[in-house]
């Protein structure tokens, strides 16, 4: 595992570095369909970098522009 894999950030950091609101993650979190986290204690959650990067590469959604196929 590499340094940048172990990084964690919290909810707040990850708003800060990646701008998903912390209530967003907080509602993904309940409806299990944000990125993975860890439940440190039963009021604290952290996010491994490379989760959060890993679940933005997945739903990141291709358009006519960036296929290049734009009319």
Same mark, same amino acid.
């Given at each position: 595992?590499?340094?940048?894999?172990?990084? @964690?950030?919290?909810?707040?950091?990850?708003?800060?570095?990646? /701008?998903?609101?912390?209530?967003?993650?907080?509602?993904?979190?309940?409806?299990?369909? /944000?990125?993975?986290?860890?439940?440190?204690?039963?009021?604290?959650?952290?996010?491994? @970098?490379?989760?959060?990067?890993?679940?933005?590469?997945?739903?990141?959604?291709? @358009?006519?522009?960036?296929? /290049?196929?734009?009319?």
């Amino acid at each position: 595992m590499t340094a940048s894999e172990c990084l @964690t950030l919290t909810p707040t950091q990850v708003e800060a570095k990646y /701008g998903i609101k912390r209530n967003h993650l907080s509602q993904l979190r309940y409806q299990h369909r /944000g990125p993975r986290f860890i439940q440190a204690t039963p009021r604290t959650v952290l996010y491994r @970098t490379s989760d959060i990067e890993e679940w933005l590469n997945a739903n990141t959604v291709e @358009t006519r522009e960036s296929k /290049g196929l734009a009319a």
